[in-house]
């Protein structure tokens, strides 16, 4: 790193001889509104004149900042002059600086109020209460800075979709050094996260179109990026699904699993590869959950057999009539009354997925059982509407009665006709 | 009474020249045989399309053309009006019983060579008129907009594409469009309720005035023998023996029709999603099996046609044929080699479309 | 006339009342059987042809509630078609209505009066009184539709 600055230093003082010599009758000729920053670096070679070309993207560009804004200098002044410290030039900032740098303004309160008063100017110092910034204090310069996820010289606003922090783009983001191993190396974490998240159900509601999906930053924070402690799993999981978390705290479960250690949710849900739960976990089956710590005979293997018999009931009812209910609306029979029903039903599916939280089989069979009732009853609505289909061929045998004394009349009206 | 009957027929005859008629029905007779019951069969395809009108004048109250509404409509149709399920379902039943009752009168009449001078053009007329109840079937399948139409309507005007030069244009005037759309409904709507209602009702009263015209054709065997003197010449007179036989069909016909549309209901099926995956098992109406199915069997290449292209133009020459039978099996009236050669032509094309619709079925 | 002659049973007399009779007979069974037939097609059709009770082909709109139904800060849950939906009479005495299926995983959502949002019962999801999703797992806001209030009707609409 040190090295590389040298050498860069002395290829910059080559480089703006050349672009004084090339740029200063144009700066001349310049209007007002001039900048002599932008000027002679975008004359520069690519390594030089990157961030003047990609900057008027750059959200601050349009919030009518320059460079001598982040940089220091003097943007009027045409010499090499305006990169002296003297004009307050502070060049580009290390690794370690950026935080400040950035903070300069973005934690202060009173100038971020000019530009936009509702954006918070807390991000610094929550900055070095997460694992990046504390590690940056002890001098590690890999970890992530602003500009890492935010970008630099092309920063884009959180809510614009080509940002890198947009919601649909935090994992990618995050995923650059998280799923590298060969940069992870000596850090002693996994970098499977991203590959786990992106088969969870949350990157697949993020890529259903759902920006409030929760990504990385959602449950690890952003600025205070860190791993949930334990304690703090099921707050964390919570925020989004209350109830299954007020249930869960509520259960025998939840003192039992904080005295053992063991992390809430995250115990049957896993945490990056959060998968959509299906059915088949809870209960005594092959793929069941509760089995894993449960065995046959005691209380929570009794419970995991009940709930699950409840969840196969309601299933199954629901089936049988929605397959009667298809079939009678196939065949043109309104049966709209039944199928408002079955959304009842379906809501009872739902909440007793959820009551399984409380790991109490009354509750969930109170849930399904009720669902299982609605279900009969859309179901037996659904026979009824095939019984009234079947009825009409009780009008058919008036008309075809009708039909056959005609036919009979006829038939003897020929023969009488042609015998006399 | 009597004395008012008269007196109000009297009136009308004055002025319509009823006289006519009834010198007419007098004396039109209908040759008696042991096939004479095929001759049965055209009044009740007649008869059949009399209810289609009938029915179709009824569902039109309710029905709307648009891919919005017609699902709906259908479904509206069946549940909220009353017996709209019952003149949806015979709407439905009589058409395929229409087209079946066409294909048994159509080969009786090839099979009794009744198509043979002076009778040409009846058979054209007749063919004409297969043809364009296979375009009502055509259309109207595709008017309740459910999924198994809208895939079949694909399929089928996909077919209309492969047809050398015209074809492309021929499937966008269709469709209404490149895709099956709300557009080719509107349009199939068009073709099925105005269009080809008008030049049926047209092409079928050119056919009865030629049937009238000339009478009912007696098969050569027969004819053979009466002329050798082993059977007796019969006939029955036309009014009001045979039209009083003629009814007692009808009525068969709309027993069954009945019988059919209130045992079996015309399902609705689901509605169509143009954006979905067609489902498995997609498959014409019935009386398009054979050809869809010779199509299945054909190799997408064929030296340098397409497979399509080659069995549409099959279909094509075989069809072109069919209709001028007449011109081609000059001698029909005796038994010469020619005219033999047309009978197990007959046997075939009947046999071909019996044993290819029911490959398909399985 | 040249008609098949054998196989006689009937009118065997052949006296002139047995003729008569027999025919008279045949009539009335013909006659009955036309009239029963034609009545059997007639009956459906003038019954077809009298517009049903809902004469929209569609479920395009429903009358949801009467005016004066619901109090302020009050909803009710009503059929739209096969699908439940919700009115809801805001405090400021606003009608709105919006479809009660939950954009999460299609439950039924109710309206919390305590909380003057729609709220899902299965995972706390929440919506603001214009149906958008401002808590809890529901991704989607929910469809709105036109309400109007034609007499004494409250009429929902579907936007088409």
Known sequence: MKRSITSSSWIIGCAIGVAIVFCG?????????????????SQLPDEYSKPAKLYPGDIHHRAGLSCADCHGGDRNDDSMN?????????????????????????????????????????????????????????????????VDCHSVHDILAPSDPRAPVYPTHVAETCARCHADANYMKGYNIPTNQYALYEKSVHAAAMEGGDTSAPTCSTCHGNHGATPPGLNSVANVCGTCHVMNQELFEKSPHGPIFAKMGLPGCVQCHSNHEILAPRDSWVGTGPKAICVTCHVAGDNGYKAAKEISNGFD?????????????????????????????????????????????????????????????????????????LHERDYRRKGLALALIAIVIAISGLYFKIRKMERG | MADLKRRTLDWLNERLGGEGIEEFLRHKRVPLHRHTIWYYFGGIALFLFVIQVLTGILLLMYYRPTASGAFESVQFIMTQVKFGWLIRSIHSWSANLMIFIIFVHMFSVFFMKAYRKPRELTWVSGMLLFFLVLAFGFSGYLLPWNTLAFFATKVGTDMAGFVPIFGKWIMVFLRGGNQVTGATLTRFFGFHVAVLPGIATMLIAFHLLLVQKLGMSVPPGVERKIKAGVEPERSMPFFPNFLLRDILGWYG??????????IFPWELGTKANPFGSAPAGIHPEWYFLFMFQTLKYLPSKVFFIDGELLGLMLFGVAGAIWVVVPFLDYKAGGFGRVTRFFTGLGIFALGYIIVFSCLALL | MTVDSSSGKSATGAGETNVDSGRRWVNLLLGTGVVATIASFIYPAIRYVIPPPVSEASNLSVVAAKVGELKNNAAKVFRFGSEPAILIHTSNGNYRAFTAVCTHLGCTVQYRADLHEIWCPCHNGKYDLHGRNVSGPPPRPLVQYQVHIQGEDIVVVRNA
């Open chain 1, 82 to 146: 305006a990169m002296s410290p003297a004009k307050g030039f502070r060049g580009a900032p290390t690794k370690a600086q950026i935080p400040a740098f950035c903070g300069r303004c973005h934690s202060n309160p009173a100038y971020m109020r000019k530009f936009n008063p509702s954006l918070r100017t807390d991000q610094e110092t929550e900055y070095f209460t997460s694992v990046h910034g504390k590690k940056l204090k002890q001098g590690d310069a890999k970890v992530a800075v602003c």
């Open chain 1, 313 to 385: 009931k309601l299933k199954s009812t629901y089936q049988k009539a929605d397959t009667v209910l298809n079939t009678a609306e196939k065949s043109g029979m309104e049966v709209s009354n039944a199928r408002v029903e079955m959304t009842n039903a379906h809501s009872d599916l739902i909440k007793a997925r959820v009551a399984v939280h409380s790991f109490n089989a009354a509750d969930v069979l109170k849930i399904t059982n009720e669902g299982v009732a609605t279900s009969q009853k859309a179901y037996e609505a659904g026979v009824a509407a």
């Open chain 2, 253 to 262: 016909a709309l027993g069954a029709l009945g019988a059919l549309a209130a």
């Open chain 1, 25 to 41: 009758p144009s700066v001349a000729s310049a209007a007002p509104a001039k900048d002599s920053c932008v000027a002679c670096h």
